[in-house]
C-alpha cells in the first residue's frame, strides 16, 4: 500500500490525441461518449464484443484489459491511459507506464483501492475518517474480529470481502460471533474487511477531479439511497447542513490529495446522527452516483475525469437545477421492455440505456430527472419509477 504521487507530466493532452481506456462497462462507454465531445480519439480494451464501450468507443479491441503485454502494444499509441473499473490489474497499468505512457489513475493508487483493507487502512493511516473495521485472513483472525469489534460497542458487523464485491455482493451481516464464523464459511474463506455496522441517517457521495499538478474541483454533495446493498437514486444537491457538507467535500478533498489521484475520486460517505461524516469507500473512477451530473450540474462527471487527466482547466462545478438520478436494473424488464413511453410523457426525464442484456439486479440503464427545485424532481423521479415497476 502506497501513497505516492503521479510520475510528474504536467503537460496538457489536447484533442484529438488518443486516450485509452481499460474496461468495457457502462462507465467505460460514457467515458468515451465525453472524451468523443471533447474532441478526443478513444481506444478502448474489454472482454467481449458486447460490452456498452462497443457504442462509443473509436476502436474496441477486444482482449484481456488487465493483460500487460497486450496493453502496453495499446498505450505506445496513445496519449494517456484510464480504467473504468477496479478490476483492472495494477500490472497492466505499471506496464503501460513502462511503455511511457501517461497513466491516470497510477499503479499504486489502483492497488489501494481495489482491495478493501488497503483503502481502509490507508484511510486510517491519512487520519482519515473511517468506522471501526478488522482485516481478516484466517477464520482465528474472523473470531478475534467480531470479539474485538463487539466489544468495542458494535450491534451488527458487516464482513466483506476484499476483492471482487460490488453492488452488495460478497456481503454478509453478522449478530454475533458464532455468525461471524459461519460467514468466513459462506463468503468463500477469502482475505475479507469485517465492519461495525454505522447507524448513519443518509449517505452521500463526493467525487472529485484532480489533475497532476495537484489542481482540483469537487462536485457539490449528493445523497444516495441504496436498496439491497445497490444504488437506488442519488439526489443532487443532497438535503445536508452547510457544515455537514463543508466537512464531507474537505474529507473529499484531503482524501484525493492524500492519494495523490488523477482524475476523478469518488468518495462513499455516511453520514452520523450527529452530522459528522465517516468514509465507506473509495473509488478512483468515474461513480454510479456522479451519472446525475449529466443534467444536473454545469460539467458531467464524465467530462471531468477526462479534464483532469488530460490537464486541461477544472473549472468550479454547480448545480443547473436540482436533478435525481435513478437506477434501472434488470428485474424492471422481466415481464419484456418497460414502458418508456409512458414515462418520457411526462417531459422532466431523460433515460440513459446501456446496450445490456438484462438480468436480475444487473444496472441496464438510469433515468435522471430534473426541475426547479429537488422536490419536483423526487416526485417526478418516483412517479416515472412507479409506471416502470407496475408492468
Ligand atoms: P459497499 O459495497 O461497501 O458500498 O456497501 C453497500 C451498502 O451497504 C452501503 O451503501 C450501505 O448502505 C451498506 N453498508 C455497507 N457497509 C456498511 C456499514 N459498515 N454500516 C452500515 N451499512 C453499511
Request: hydrophobic content about 40%; proline content about 5%; aromatic content about 6%.
Amino acid at each position: 500500500m502506497t501513497s505516492k504521487a503521479e510520475p510528474i507530466n504536467h503537460q496538457t493532452i489536447h484533442p484529438p490525441e488518443t486516450i485509452t481506456i481499460l474496461g468495457g462497462g457502462q462507465l467505460g462507454s460514457m467515458l468515451c461518449e465525453a472524451a468523443k465531445r471533447m474532441g478526443y480519439r478513444t481506444f478502448c480494451v474489454s472482454g467481449h464484443e458486447t460490452d456498452p464501450v462497443r457504442r462509443w468507443a473509436d476502436h474496441h479491441l477486444i482482449a484481456d484489459p488487465g493483460e500487460p503485454a497486450t496493453v502496453a502494444r495499446v498505450a505506445r499509441q496513445s496519449a494517456i491511459l484510464t480504467v473504468e473499473a477496479e478490476s483492472i490489474e495494477p500490472v497492466a497499468l505499471e506496464a503501460a507506464a513502462n511503455a511511457q505512457c501517461r497513466v491516470a489513475p497510477s499503479a499504486d493508487v489502483q492497488r489501494t483501492v481495489r482491495d478493501r483493507r488497503s483503502e481502509k487502512m490507508f484511510l486510517r493511516d491519512h487520519g482519515l475518517a473511517v468506522g471501526p473495521f478488522a482485516t481478516v485472513e484466517s477464520a482465528k483472525q474472523m473470531r478475534e474480529a467480531a470479539e474485538t469489534l463487539f466489544a468495542g460497542g458494535s450491534k451488527k458487523l458487516v464482513a466483506k470481502t476484499a476483492r471482487g464485491g460490488y453492488d452488495g455482493k460478497g456481503q454478509r451481516w453478522i449478530h454475533s460471533v458464532t455468525e461471524a464464523a459461519d460467514a468466513w464459511e459462506a463468503l468463500g474463506s477469502t482475505p475479507l474487511v469485517v465492519e461495525g455496522g454505522i447507524d448513519f441517517v443518509a449517505e452521500a457521495s463526493v467525487i472529485v477531479a484532480r489533475s497532476a499538478d495537484g489542481r482540483m474541483t469537487h462536485f457539490p454533495m449528493f445523497q444516495n439511497e441504496h436498496r439491497r446493498g445497490i444504488l437506488f437514486q442519488t439526489r443532487m444537491p443532497g438535503d445536508f447542513s452547510s457544515a455537514t457538507a463543508a466537512q464531507a467535500i474537505d474529507l473529499g478533498r484531503r482524501t484525493a490529495e492524500a492519494l495523490g489521484v488523477v482524475g476523478l475520486l469518488a468518495v462513499e460517505m455516511f453520514i452520523l446522527p450527529d452530522g459528522n461524516v465517516l468514509i465507506n469507500e473509495l473509488a478512483a473512477r468515474p461513480h454510479n452516483s456522479g451519472h446525475v451530473t449529466m443534467r444536473a450540474a454545469s460539467r458531467s462527471q464524465f467530462e471531468m475525469h477526462i479534464a483532469a487527466i488530460c490537464g486541461l482547466p477544472l473549472p468550479e462545478i454547480h448545480t443547473l437545477q436540482p436533478g435525481v438520478m435513478t437506477n434501472l436494473l434488470g428485474d424492471l424488464w422481466a415481464h419484456g421492455e418497460p414502458d418508456f413511453a409512458k414515462v418520457l410523457a411526462d417531459g422532466r426525464g431523460m433515460i440513459h440505456l446501456y446496450g445490456k442484456s438484462p438480468r436480475s439486479g444487473r444496472k441496464m440503464g438510469h433515468m435522471i430527472h430534473t426541475a426547479p427545485t429537488l422536490a419536483e424532481a423526487v416526485q417526478a423521479a418516483n412517479a416515472a419509477y412507479e409506471i416502470l415497476e407496475s408492468r
